[in-house]
């Protein structure tokens, strides 16, 4: 039973808590920005780049070969799909990471705006050596 109360006391910190809701509102939040990046984000590059689609950006590395029949229908050449590397799908994630990170930044710069700052720590007293040292220059000013 020391075991499960230990579990419930871990679980219920404040701090867990706190990671799970982030942790879901993170991910609704990713999902809003690729929607964002999506719908309004790459439409306009692609205006601006002259109709260039980030789905259609890609490097060709083995062009698709189509298969081959003879005349009774039997494959005498078998076709090859085409090989090669999507880098617009990467330029969009690409996208959506840096608006995420942003977000996540402004974020944590305000948190840490409205923290109250600690105050500082008070000074710690003289050590035995130092008010035997005072001492000694004390008696030493006499």
Do not use: C, H
């Not at 219920?12 to 939040?29: E, T």
């Not at 205006?47 to 980030?54: A, R």
């Amino acid at each position: 039973m020391g075991m499960m109360k230990e579990f419930k006391e871990f679980a219920m910190k404040g701090n867990l808590v706190d990671i799970a809701v982030g942790f879901v509102m993170g991910a609704a939040f990713t999902r809003l920005v690729t929607s964002f990046t999506g719908g309004i984000v790459t439409p306009l590059i692609s205006m601006i780049t002259g109709d260039v689609k980030f789905d259609n950006l890609k490097w060709v590395l083995r062009a698709s070969v189509p298969e081959i029949k003879d005349a009774a229908g039997a494959v005498t050449v078998p076709g090859a799909a085409e090989v090669a590397v999507l880098y617009g799908a990467f330029l969009e994630a690409t996208i959506d990471f840096l608006i995420v990170a942003f977000v996540m930044f402004m974020v944590v710069k305000a948190v840490n705006k409205m923290k109250k700052p600690e105050p500082a720590a008070a000074p710690a007293g003289p050590t035995d050596d130092q008010k035997l040292l005072m001492e000694i220059r004390d008696l030493l000013k006499k």
